[in-house]
């Protein structure tokens, strides 16, 4: 089968293309630095000819306002080109309470990517992942202060990217959901728990302060970013941990 992996060089896309392929798919990466821009729409046409299946994979450049600008262009570009290829089944990246969130503007953007699939012609899957285990880093960076990390006691359900990106590819070589597929780490945290133990981990001196309106998370209330119910993925925290120290 045919799969065009929109954003396929980036940390999920090049795993999902290498996992497609890997079964035995034909899983073309495309991106900007492959001539395929979703905002202008060149290459896009290129890019998904042929292609009974696209993932797309791709992100906005920053996560304020001008985010759903972003995802409105590219998916209304994306939706169309598809339609006009008979692209048969069209799956999107999303995120576990995205809907549930809407002081944030990033997750009111991805709010509306799924919006602009739901209501498009193409048959459809949304894969919602909850937070990825790589990207705590940034989640502590951004609320360091000196030797103080201050973080909300938000609960958050950790997953690896490689385990993000088997359940992207496991979808797009299915059949269309034409709803929305949860996956989650195994593991509950409260945000400020999951600082400690990952700067414990490394031997970090700093110290995490609980800070309820502390960073992009501060705005999140309740569990909304968690999911017991969803397809929960195998790997743990610490053993993530553990192998990037390795």
Do not use: C
């Amino acid at each position: 089968m045919k799969i065009a992996v929109i954003g396929g060089t980036g940390l999920i896309g090049s795993q999902v293309v290498a996992r497609l392929k890997d079964a035995g798919h034909d899983a073309v990466p495309h991106a900007l630095s492959t001539g395929t821009d979703v905002i202008s729409g060149e290459g896009v046409d290129e890019a998904l000819a042929g292609a009974e299946v696209v993932v797309n994979l791709t992100n906005s450049p920053t996560f304020d306002d001008a985010s759903p600008a972003f995802f409105r262009t590219s998916m209304d570009n994306l939706v169309a080109a598809a339609a006009r290829n008979g692209v048969g089944h069209f799956v999107v990246l999303s995120i576990v309470g995205v809907d549930q969130v809407p002081e944030l503007d990033y997750y009111r953007a991805k709010t509306l990517q799924e919006d602009v699939l739901k209501a498009g012609p193409v048959p459809y899957s949304i894969v919602r992942a909850t937070q990825f285990m790589e990207f705590v880093d940034a989640i502590l960076s951004w609320t360091a202060d000196g030797d103080t990390v201050r973080l909300p006691a938000t609960p958050i359900q950790p997953i690896a990217a490689a385990d993000v990106a088997a359940a992207v590819a496991d979808v797009a070589a299915g059949a269309p959901i034409g709803g929305v597929l949860d996956v989650a780490g195994p593991e509950v945290f409260a945000l400020d728990e999951l600082g400690r133990l990952t700067l414990a981990h490394r031997s970090d001196p700093r110290t995490v302060v609980t800070d309820p309106d502390a960073g992009m998370f501060g705005a999140v209330r309740g569990d909304v970013l968690t999911d017991l119910g969803a397809r929960l993925a195998p790997t743990r925290y610490g053993d993530w941990l553990d192998r990037k120290a390795a």
